[in-house]
T-cell receptor, first 119, second 113 residues
């Protein structure tokens, strides 16, 4: 099945620094990837839709200048948390699905997430 | 925006019992998905539903896509310890594989051995 790899699995950074999280589709090309954030004991909240070769689409309330998304290739999307603060500490999860020419109704497959802790 | 109401929030049952959880929405979804998430990991797809009224099984799991397209349920038969975790329903807005999905609030399942 489709495999989505996320790196790093966890990261600790100091307040004010930036952190980059990578999301890769390992055995397929994903023109669209999605970034979710999950706080403890809460559900997954969609942050943005990452589109290969174009600007990401952000959900309401998500700051695009703080959460920079780059989808430069069909297998890689990156999320950079800029000037991180303790309130940005969360579990960030990316997802992707097979392209329509392979599986029109392919559901989203998720990476294993990145635990970000900002001190 | 669209919201999914998932219930129950948590369940604490005896091993071997059957489990049932459901999701409802005020708006229509074209796909319904059920995921399980273990601590510190990403969600893993259990069952995907694409057609109103569809009933699909995956081992001891059975899920149905409500005919109104506004609800779905997941049943787990004869629960075992490895069923412990958080179960999320998710609704997809379009048939396109690139459509975003919205998650329910989750059902935390705990099992007494």
């Amino acid at each position: 099945g489709a495999v989505v790899s996320q790196h790093p699995s966890w990261v600790i950074c100091k307040s004010g620094t930036s952190v980059k999280i990578e999301c890769r589709s390992l055995d397929f090309q994903a023109t669209t990837m999605f970034w979710y954030r999950q706080f403890p004991k809460q559900s997954l909240m969609l942050m943005a839709t990452s589109n290969e070769g174009s600007k990401a689409t952000y959900e309401q309330g998500v700051e695009k200048d703080k959460f920079l998304i780059n989808h430069a290739s069909l297998t890689l999307s990156t999320l950079t948390v800029t000037s991180a603060h303790p309130e940005d500490s969360s579990f960030y999860i990316c997802s992707a699905s097979l392209p329509p020419d392979i599986s029109y109704n392919s559901p989203l497959h998720f990476g294993n997430g990145t635990r970000l802790t900002v001190t | 925006g669209q919201q999914l109401n998932q219930s129950p929030q948590s369940m604490f049952i005896q091993e071997g019992e059957d489990v049932s959880m459901n999701c409802t929405s005020s708006s229509i979804f074209n796909t319904w998905l059920w995921y399980k998430q273990d601590p510190g990991e990403g969600p893993v797809l259990l069952i995907a539903l694409y057609k109103a009224g569809e009933l699909t099984s995956n081992g001891r799991l059975t899920a149905q896509f409500g005919i109104t397209r506004k609800d779905s349920f997941l049943n787990i038969s004869a629960s075992i310890p490895s069923d412990v975790g958080i179960y999320f329903c998710a609704g997809g807005e379009r048939y396109s594989s690139a459509s975003k999905i919205i998650f329910g609030s989750g059902t935390r399942l705990s099992i007494r051995p």
